[in-house]
């Protein structure tokens, strides 16, 4: 588990301080897919950049598995940064070495942990390089994994960008790490290849267990393959919690302006009480405005709707403006309550 507790990081610069993260508390579990959002700025780099302690935090503790990174010494710290694994936006690859290089890289450098039994039968903790047959072994066993078997002998100039990315999470794996921190992991890719590199680290997440943190601008990135949420804002916090929860009900301003920009732009304009639908799955959508007309006698107008419907089932937010007349918006919201649609009055 990964805890982050009042952690606070503050630059100096020409212009004086710049606080770029202020008593930043976050939990993240084992096993789970981390999303983190905010505005180009707000922090979420440097939040990312002090789990590993690639960052040094100005206060506060970042505790990993138990473990207070902020008080271990170098040596211990270089042990624990095995652990974690980290891809880059522009992804970082070494150009002057090939494919299988670039992943064989991390073992040339660290020193994996192995237990030994010494010659009285005694289990001892020893850290050693890893042979060459192995690391040959690993490598080729990662670029499987990441589907580029065939490239092993290329260089990073020869691939697409989401080759490339599939070589630096590879090369991100190679010492076999429990976490896994993306930053704009996929902000350089197209859709269809940011698809790609998402189902390979949801199937990375389900099936070698590795917790993943994703740091992105986009939207449906989170919605894609994260469980959890935070979002923050001007460096802190402003709100987090499952994606589902987080994403229905967006409460601080912030987390509105990403969420739900289009719903927040449109329900700013005309006039009337408005109200905010929103689909769980539990509903479908067309009876429920429908119902309202034909039901109720009441007109609704529909302001914004984004909707989906998967498995016959309605997912989404709508907006609708209710009659002036306070007896039929009465009813309106009635006949939404007793249809077990959850509306907010507030947009
Ligand atoms: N090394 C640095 N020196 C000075 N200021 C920095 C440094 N790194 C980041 N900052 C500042 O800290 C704030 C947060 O930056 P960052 O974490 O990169 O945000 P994000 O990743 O959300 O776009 C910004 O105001 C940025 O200018
Ligand atoms: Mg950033």
């Given at each position: 588990m990964i805890e982050l507790i009042h952690l606070g990081k503050i630059?100096?610069?020409?212009?004086?301080?710049i606080v770029a993260l202020d008593d930043i508390d976050l939990r993240i579990e084992d096993g789970s897919v981390y999303g983190i959002i905010g505005?180009?700025?707000?922090?979420k780099s440097t939040l990312v950049r002090c789990i590993n302690l690639l960052e040094r935090p100005t206060s506060g503790q970042v505790v990993i598995d138990g473990e207070d990174l902020t008080k271990v010494k170098k040596s211990r710290l270089l042990q624990i940064r095995q652990n974690i694994g980290m891809i880059f936006q522009n992804f970082n690859l070494l150009e002057q070495r090939t494919v299988f290089e670039n992943v064989r890289f991390p073992l040339e450098i660290s020193r994996m942990r192995r237990e030994i039994r010494d010659k009285n039968g005694k289990t001892r903790t020893v850290f050693r390089r890893m042979g060459k047959e192995e690391a040959r072994a690993r490598v080729n066993e990662l670029l499987e994994l990441v589907g580029l078997a065939d490239r092993a002998r290329s260089y990073p100039s020869q691939l697409s960008g989401g080759q490339k990315q599939r070589v630096a999470i590879a090369r991100a794996l190679a010492t076999n790490p429990k976490y896994l921190l993306c930053d704009e992991a996929?902000?350089?890719?197209d859709p269809n290849t940011t698809n790609s590199i998402l189902e390979l680290l949801r199937r990375i997440n389900q099936t070698l267990g590795v917790t993943i943190i994703v740091i992105t601008h986009e939207m449906r990135v989170v919605e894609s393959i994260c469980s959890e949420v935070a979002v923050i804002d001007r460096s802190s916090i402003a709100e987090c919690g499952k994606v589902q929860d987080v994403f229905s009900f967006p409460q601080s301003e912030i987390a509105k302006e990403l969420i739900i920009p289009n719903l927040i732009r449109s329900a700013k304009s005309g006039s009337g009480t408005k109200l905010r639908l929103v689909f769980?799955?539990?509903?479908?959508?067309?009876?429920?405005?429908?119902?309202?007309?034909?039901?109720?006698?009441?007109?609704?107008?529909?302001?914004y709707a984004d909707t989906k419907n998967i498995d016959g089932k309605t997912f989404g937010h709508?907006?609708?403006?209710?009659?002036d007349d306070e007896g039929q918006a009465k009813r309106g919201r009635k006949y939404l309550s007793e249809h077990g649609v959850i509306f907010k009055e507030e947009i």
């Open positions: 630059f100096s610069s020409a212009n004086g301080p505005l180009s700025g707000a922090g996929t902000s350089a890719l769980q799955g539990e509903n479908s959508d067309t009876p429920i405005i429908s119902g309202l007309a034909l039901d109720c006698g009441i007109a609704v107008n529909i302001l709508m907006v609708i403006t209710l009659p």
